[in-house]
């Protein structure tokens, strides 16, 4: 989420004198730009992280088990609170039912308050019981889709009880075999299942509609698509809105396209943020594809100077959705953190003005030199200042490791066995 726009007078900057300030501070001069107005744009910057990056997870093939790994839903919240207090920008964590089942919620939410923390989105989980072969509320059976329904429908609840606004939908279904069942049918199940579930949110409250071309079926997929996820929320009315998983695209395919156009059509609800190679990888947000990241949160940052779109883009959700198989979770949670704030400063970088006169008199390499030149730009000083200014460590990652908390938390929880539904995802 990014915080209402407020208008900041000028502040004292207190960047320290040293040579990459100064260059800091030309570069932002040069662009008309001044520090106060881009460290509050830093600053409203809200990164949601996810209960599920903390534990053991990882791929098809192993699961590692990771020592001082959160265990229980519990320790994946005091996680994303630790993230939250080294980095100054993860106020939330989304949960995910039913990995992050409780008895009672309103403890969990207390709990979170304590972390310092709000519980975001909760994420139904339509793809890990036996009863969804077929699919869940496309599935051809009457019985299965009741389950699957009621399962969101508690989700709706869950949500309502924690005071979350989202309700963030992913779905397994598809079909692994031309003619294995009717896709117009499956269409229909689905924007039946979806309006009972969106008639059953609060004003207030949002359904977000994620799409995935493939995985875990292969022929077809009931939401393959932004345009279908688009034409679904159409449908349901503006509570329900479109979510961009970065890692849910064919290969090559321009994801920063897609989000401008939902931008433009106010249909973009949040974000899924990690980064792949090849498929859905969930690999930390940046580390493959920076210039990408840049790329789609520049058109966040065009986007939130204009007065007519600001609103729309202060409720965009920010959200990490990534899966740690090698690394350390809580090591990768913040990197991807820092990765995002760094491709948030370099698109409040560009130089507007610059690129649209370059635009509009048809000089195509001037236009992308801009772009280049703000991506280029060694936003490090500035995200370390902003940093210490909150009172916070420069680098977070650093911080981390030098702060003793993976030693801390590997005496307390030492090695999980990997057992469970949720270590197996
Ligand atoms: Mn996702």
């Not at 940046?286 to 058109?299: A, D, Q, T, V």
């Not at 949670?333 to 610059?354: E, F, H, P």
């Amino acid at each position: 989420m990014l915080r209402p726009r407020t208008i900041v007078r000028h502040t004292t900057p207190v960047i320290e004198r040293d040579a990459a300030a100064e260059l800091l501070r030309d570069q932002l001069s040069a662009r008309g730009l001044g520090l106060g107005d881009v460290l509050a744009e830093l600053r409203a910057l809200e990164i949601e992280t996810p209960s599920w990056g903390y534990g053991n997870s990882g791929t098809r093939f192993h699961v590692y088990p990771w020592t001082g790994a959160a265990r229980t839903v519990w320790e994946r919240v005091a996680d994303a609170g630790l993230v939250h207090r080294l980095t100054g920008a993860c106020p939330s964590v989304a949960i995910h039912i039913p990995w992050d089942r409780v008895d009672d919620y309103a403890e969990l939410h207390r709990y979170a308050e304590e972390q310092g923390l709000r519980l975001g989105a909760v994420n139904p989980n339509l793809f890990q019981d036996d009863a969804y072969r077929l699919g869940s509320v496309c599935h051809p059976d009457q019985a299965v889709r009741r389950q699957a329904r009621d399962h969101v429908l508690e989700c709706v609840e869950i949500a309502r009880a924690v005071g979350s606004r989202d309700v963030s939908l992913w779905l397994g279904d598809g079909t692994n075999y031309p003619g294995q069942d009717d896709l117009r049918a499956r269409y229909r199940r689905l924007l039946e299942a979806l309006e009972e579930i969106h008639s059953a949110l609060d004003p207030g409250m949002r359904l977000l509609v994620e799409y995935k071309f493939f995985e875990p079926a292969f022929y077809s997929t009931d939401l393959p698509d932004w345009g279908a996820s688009l034409l679904v929320c159409r449908r349901l009315g503006p509570q329900a809105q479109v979510l961009v998983d970065t890692g849910h695209h064919p290969q090559g395919t321009n994801i920063e396209q897609i989000v401008a156009i939902l931008l433009a059509e106010g249909a973009l609800g949040g974000f899924h943020f990690n980064n792949r190679k090849y498929a859905d990888d969930d690999l930390i947000v940046g580390s493959i594809e920076p210039f990408e990241l840049f790329l789609i949160l520049n058109e966040i940052a065009a986007t939130r100077r204009e007065p007519a779109t600001a609103r729309t883009v202060e409720e965009i959700a920010f959200m990490i959705d990534q899966s740690h198989n090698v690394e350390g979770k809580i090591d990768a949670m913040i990197q991807s953190v820092v990765n995002i704030q760094t491709a948030w400063a370099k698109a409040l970088l560009i130089d507007r003005d610059r690129l649209a006169e370059a635009q509009q008199a048809g000089d195509v390499l001037g236009a992308h030199r801009v772009l280049v030149d703000a991506f280029e730009t060694d936003v490090r000083p500035l995200l370390a200042h902003l940093r210490v200014e909150q009172g916070l460590a420069p680098d977070p990652v650093q911080a981390f490791r030098d702060g003793g908390h993976a030693e801390r938390l590997a005496i307390e929880r030492g090695t999980t066995a990997v057992a469970s539904a949720f270590e197996q995802r």
